[in-house]
């Protein structure tokens, strides 16, 4: 998945951290090689010069430099926010697994701090940096889709919560896409039932993704090739009630022609069991490739 840059993010912890570090940029060292040898500065100088190190984007030796600040001062005002940059810096630098674990005990350690929704956001984002695609194992989109709502629900009101809730749509539509994906590929070899599953999976648990008019389709196709023309019929219905001009719903409704089951619905309507027959969708070229 595409590296994202979190605008929002980083205007926030760059707001912080600067204002932090103004008042000691002037007597703050700029070179990292006091710290490798041991030789550390007073805890406002070498907050300015991990920040240095965090613009100059030397993202390891950041990390470095605010493990050492947290480490020397631990009960400073210095030391709490060098937790939380460092797992800035291990994220900027994909290190997501050493992020997660440095914005965890920021959490444990300061759960009622005012930088802890943007610890909550960013430990999100590590895991939804790592979302594959639709065909790769879904687990990181798992547990993006855990930490943004948790974003969401402790912090509803929040600019994070309102990102959270883009980027959790995408991540259900990812795992709508990767259903489809294992429902098309049991389709191609013939295990309907399986497919079924699948393709309901999509319709009964992710109903507001993209995917949603075309696992209905499958539907139709799939229970037209087991000869369940009731089931069929009603995946139609459903397909041309909500998405009446998509191409989807055109090619199932050619299908049902195809079987002679949208004359066999409008004959038998009066039947008050009788599934409807779909109404005809609007006249347009499309091509369905399988």
């Not at 929002?8 to 002037?26: I, P, T, V, Y």
């Not at 993704?209 to 995946?235: F, I, K, Q, S």
């Amino acid at each position: 998945m595409t590296h994202l840059a979190p605008t929002l993010a980083r205007a926030a912890l760059l707001a912080l951290a600067l204002g932090l570090a103004s008042c000691a940029a002037k007597g703050g060292q700029d070179s990292h090689s006091d710290f490798a040898t041991g030789a550390m500065p007073p805890a406002d100088q070498a907050y300015a010069v991990a920040i240095k190190q965090l613009q100059d984007e030397k993202y390891d030796h950041a990390v470095s430099d605010f493990d050492a600040i947290e480490e020397t001062y631990p009960y400073s005002t210095w030391s709490k926010h060098a937790e939380l940059l460092a797992g800035y810096a291990e994220y900027k630098e994909m290190d997501y697994d050493d992020a997660v674990t440095s914005l965890d005990r920021f959490i444990s350690l300061h759960p009622a701090d005012q930088e802890a929704a943007y610890a909550y956001y960013l430990k999100a984002l590590c895991y939804y940096e790592r979302i594959e695609d639709v065909d790769r194992d879904q687990t990181a989109t798992n547990q993006a889709i855990a930490s943004l709502d948790d974003v969401i629900t402790r912090y509803p009101d929040s600019a994070y919560a309102q990102d959270a809730q883009v980027k959790l749509r995408l991540a259900y539509n990812r795992l709508a896409g990767h259903e489809m994906a294992i429902g098309r590929f049991y389709q191609k070899q013939h295990l309907y039932i399986a497919a079924i599953g699948r393709y309901q999976d999509v319709v009964t648990n992710y109903q507001t993704t993209t995917y949603t008019p075309e696992a209905l389709e499958r539907l139709v196709e799939t229970n037209l090739d087991l000869g369940l023309t009731d089931a069929a019929l009603r995946a139609a219905s459903v397909l041309g009630y909500n998405y009446p001009g998509s191409p989807y719903y055109e090619h199932a409704y050619e299908l049902l022609q195809a079987h002679g089951l949208v004359t066999q619905a409008a004959q038998s309507s009066a039947d008050s069991n009788a599934i409807s027959a779909p109404p005809a969708p609007p006249a347009h070229h499309w091509y369905w490739p399988f």
